[in-house]
């Protein structure tokens, strides 16, 4: 099982396809076996994709320390590093969004564009009664005795899904947004009961030339619909693709 050495943890990671690298970043308490088949799968006709399990969750250690958003974004890179893996189109799910957005704040040249799946730069839950209803539930539902190991292969320990559903709870992505200079496509949903959407609209109004596409669905269509998000997500990819190689837009002409 491929494992590496970032940041004092081992983090399991697994790579699919070939072409232009593509890092995906799933949400709290996920792992890899919860990514759809069908995301994976038609990412990787075109894209070299790297899949991995954030801190605290999957087969990825689970330190007994408190967690933030900007350490697991360290993580994202440290893993690119070591894979030898200097720059790749990143799509964040959840709170992969908030980890992917600090990545590209923080170290613009290793992204080369940004896709922010059911995203918001902060927890909705803060100031929105709605969220907060769906926040209590998902932490309600997670710390049960037993119903994480129903419903998910590799799960996080109570103690670990705590750790990052506070880290997503604490972070506060707007002063970054400004810094953000690759492209950046956000897909999120119209009905979302965890990020309402006037939180899209804030992120993208935030983000330099940022664009907004809202379907008509909830928090999970990555895994329940996953062509919602397919489908303008690699449009989306192959606009950038295409831009940066004037030799290969210019045949299409």
């Not at 396809?17 to 792992?31: A, F, R, S, Y």
């Not at 009664?129 to 926040?135: E, L, M, T």
């Not at 005795?145 to 103690?159: M, N």
């Not at 992120?203 to 062509?227: N, W």
């Amino acid at each position: 099982m491929p494992h590496a050495r970032v940041n004092e943890i081992g983090i399991y990671y697994e790579i699919h396809g070939e072409g232009e690298p593509l890092v995906i970043i799933w949400g709290i308490g996920g792992e890899i076996p919860s990514l759809p088949a069908a995301l994976v799968e038609k990412a990787q006709g075109g894209y070299r994709v790297i899949t991995f399990d954030n801190r605290g969750a999957g087969r990825t250690d689970k330190p007994d320390a408190p967690y933030s958003i900007e350490q697991m974004a360290a993580d994202t890179v440290g893993l690119m590093d070591a894979i030898d893996l200097p720059r790749a189109h990143i799509l964040g799910i959840s709170t992969g969004s908030r980890i992917a957005l600090a990545v590209a704040a923080r170290l613009p040249g290793r992204v080369r564009s940004l896709i922010l799946n059911v995203a918001a730069a902060r927890s909705p839950d803060r100031d929105d009664p709605v969220a907060a209803g769906a926040f209590e539930r998902l932490r309600t539902a997670m710390t049960q005795p037993g119903f994480a190991e129903r419903t998910l292969v590799h799960p996080p320990t109570i103690a670990s899904f705590l750790r990052q559903f506070e880290a997503l709870r604490a972070f506060d992505g707007r002063p970054l947004l400004g810094w953000i200079r690759c492209p950046v496509l956000i897909v999120n949903g119209m009905r979302d009961a965890s990020v309402p959407v006037r939180y899209a609209e804030e992120l993208q109004a935030g983000i330099p030339d940022a664009r907004l596409v809202l379907v008509e669905s909830g928090h999970l269509f990555a895994r329940t619909d996953p062509a919602l998000l397919l489908n303008p997500a690699l449009s989306f990819l192959g606009e950038v693709d295409m831009s940066a190689e004037p030799g290969k837009r210019n045949a299409a002409e």
